[in-house]
């Protein structure tokens, strides 16, 4: 059944109005002014609305404009009631946003029949409505498909390359390890052989001793030692960050386990340590961490390693764009705090915090958004932080969210189940619309 607002001051035209469209089968509810029908409006989303022009205080034609200024209003079918036939007047209700006239004295069959032409059009308008919101849905649907659909496409492809990069770089890397050893026996060897010849046979040629006083074989015995074991770290450097690599991309390994936490931490700060280097441009970033005990975390180890990745690369552009305004730059250097705990004994927290920049309070309600960036163009996709949204809200049941003040710095707090069976439990309650009670925190 439609409902219908009759606005009115005359009360018996209202009278009239209310009982003829009940005749016909409507709901109707009537007013006696424009201030009472603003708020049935309001109260009631009318399909149609019948007001009269000519009242006092508010007239219908101010009614009309805050009606159709009002989105949740705005479809309504508006009927001027009017005795004014002047094309001006029929003007000046057409820009307030007047859908059709109704001229007194009113005609029953002519108010019937504007009446269900209005009741038409609302509905068509209505349909309208309903399926631009259902296309504005499936855009968005296909949008943040194509969207995992480009980063598993993008992890997938990172994964490949940076396992064999790690393989390519792991074979030579070992050779060089492992012969140096070798290397450095064979060195001292003939050090030692060289050693007893000076014992044995002090006296020398004359080009021999030359060439002893340009070599200066104690600098150059003291000093090869210690190149063999600068040589012996850097390898085991290499072999370290190799290891890295592999943990991060973690191809090898089944999609859901057990992991540690800190360790995908760990990596995703290796592989951006170039990045918190000082450059001439800003100073050295510090990373402070404060890691509690944290359990094994079930988890897809990959795609979380790749959430901490983007968040933390946010973290340092952030920092950046400060560092570089030297009028904003504090006196404190530029960090990157990263505190982990457990909460109630189910959730891990993390939380990644920044002396960056800050934001607004409109750009922090859109930072999950798929495709929102603040970044200039070429620098941001605006998918990094939607999917990592996606990873730890969707994909793990978990909870993340951003705490900002514009100049001051950002922190995001991400609650990850600790097991499976709270994830689904988790889950479950999201999906009932769940709502724990207030004395939990």
Same mark, same amino acid.
């Given at each position: ?7 009115? =001051? ?23 002014? +424009? ?14 609305? !019948?007001?009269? /022009? ?14 159709? $200024? ?9 009927? #001027? ?31 019937? $029949? ?74 001292? =060897? ?24 340009? #070599? ?77 005990? #944290? ?15 983007? !968040? ?5 552009? $952030? ?16 960090? !990157? ?10 959730? $891990?927290? !993390? ?33 990094? #932080? /939607? ?9 793990? +049941? +978990? ?43």
């Amino acid at each position: 059944m439609s409902k219908i607002l009759v606005i009115e =001051d005359d009360s018996a035209t209202r009278l009239f109005l209310k009982k003829d469209l009940q005749r016909e089968g409507y709901d109707v509810i009537a007013a006696k002014d +424009g201030a009472e029908g603003l708020l049935l409006a309001q109260q009631q989303r009318p399909a149609l609305i !019948i007001c009269d /022009w000519v009242m006092p205080k508010m007239d219908g034609v101010e009614v009309c404009q805050q009606v159709k $200024a009002d989105p949740q209003l705005a479809i309504a079918f508006f009927i #001027l009631l009017t005795s004014r036939e002047s094309i001006a007047h029929r003007i000046e209700g057409l820009d307030a946003g007047a859908d059709e006239f109704l001229s007194k004295p009113i005609d029953p069959n002519e108010l019937r $029949a504007r009446v269900r032409a209005g009741l038409r059009q609302y509905n068509l308008a209505q349909q309208l409505s309903n399926a631009n919101q259902q296309l504005s849905q499936t855009l968005q649907e296909l949008q943040q498909a194509q969207a995992r659909l480009i980063q598993s496409e993008k992890m997938s492809s990172l994964g490949q390359l940076v396992a064999g990069i790690a393989h390519e770089i792991n074979n030579p890397i070992t050779f060089i390890d492992g012969n140096l050893n070798h290397a450095r026996n064979y060195i001292q =060897d003939l050090l030692s052989l060289l050693q007893l010849y000076q014992k044995h046979y002090p006296d020398h040629h004359p080009e021999i001793k030359k060439q002893f006083a340009a #070599l200066d074989i104690e600098f150059l015995i003291h000093d090869l030692n210690k190149l063999l074991i600068s040589m012996k770290n850097g390898a085991q450097r290499i072999r370290q960050i190799v290891l890295s690599l592999r943990n991060f991309s973690r191809l090898d390994e089944a999609g859901f386990k057990k992991v540690n936490l800190h360790e995908g931490l760990d990596n995703a700060l290796l592989i951006l340590q170039h990045r918190l280097q000082p450059s001439k441009e800003r100073r050295e970033i510090q990373v402070i961490k404060e890691y509690g005990e #944290l359990p094994k975390v079930e988890c897809y180890p990959g795609e979380l390693n790749q959430a901490f990745l983007n !968040i933390l690369a946010n973290a340092i552009d $952030a920092i950046e764009e400060k560092e570089y305004d030297i009028h904003s730059r504090p006196f404190s250097p530029p960090t !990157i705090r990263i505190r982990t705990e457990v909460k109630n004994s189910t959730k $891990a927290i !993390i939380r990644i915090a920044d002396s960056g920049k800050g934001m607004t309070e409109e750009i922090r309600q859109k930072l999950f958004d798929p495709f929102f960036t603040t970044k200039s163009f070429g620098k941001g996709t605006g998918m990094g #932080l /939607w999917i990592s949204y996606q990873t730890i809200v969707e994909k793990h +049941g +978990g909870n993340m969210h951003c705490i900002s003040t514009l100049g001051e710095g950002t922190e995001f707090i991400i609650e990850i189940p600790i097991s499976r069976s709270t994830r689904v439990l988790q889950q479950a309650r999201a999906s009932a619309n769940y709502e724990p009670p207030s004395t939990q925190s």
